[in-house]
Nanobody, 124 residues
C-alpha cells in the first residue's frame, strides 16, 4: 500500500501563488507516475498535471500550462505543484495521486492511490 498526504492549500487572491506538496510513504517502489487532480463543486475530477518518476516527463492540462509546474524529489518521495497566476476558476479540492502504469496516463481511474485532498480557493 501507498499513503499520500497533501499539504499547502489555502486561500489566495487572484494572481497569487500557492505551492502544494505531497508526501508518499509505504510501498513506493512500484509507483511510476505522480499526479495532481482537482475537483470543483458540481464538476468531474480532472487531471491538472502529472510526472513520470523515471524520466521526469510531464503532462499538463491546457488550462494550467505556463502557470503550474509539477516536480518530484524521488529521494524524498515527494511531488510538488507550484501554482502561479492563480485564477478564481482554479478553485477546487486538489488531490495527489499515484499510478503504477508505466506510460503517461491522466485518467483518474488509472491511478491506484489517492490523498485526502486539500482545498485551494482563489478569490477575485
Amino acid at each position: 500500500q501507498v499513503q499520500l498526504v497533501e499539504s499547502g492549500g489555502g486561500l489566495v487572491q487572484a494572481g497569487g501563488s500557492l505551492r502544494l506538496s505531497c508526501a508518499a510513504s509505504g510501498r513506493t517502489n512500484n509507483i511510476s507516475i505522480m499526479g495532481w487532480f482537482r475537483q470543483a463543486p458540481g464538476k468531474d475530477r480532472e487531471s491538472v498535471a502529472a510526472i513520470m518518476q523515471s524520466t521526469g516527463r510531464t503532462n499538463y492540462a491546457d488550462s494550467v500550462k505556463g502557470r503550474f509546474t509539477i516536480s518530484t524529489d524521488n529521494a524524498k518521495n515527494t511531488v510538488t505543484l507550484q501554482m502561479n497566476s492563480l485564477k478564481p476558476e482554479d478553485t477546487a479540492v486538489y488531490y495527489c495521486a499515484a499510478s503504477r502504469y508505466t506510460n503517461m496516463v491522466t485518467m483518474s481511474y488509472l491511478y491506484d492511490y489517492w490523498g485526502q485532498g486539500t482545498q485551494v480557493t482563489v478569490s477575485s
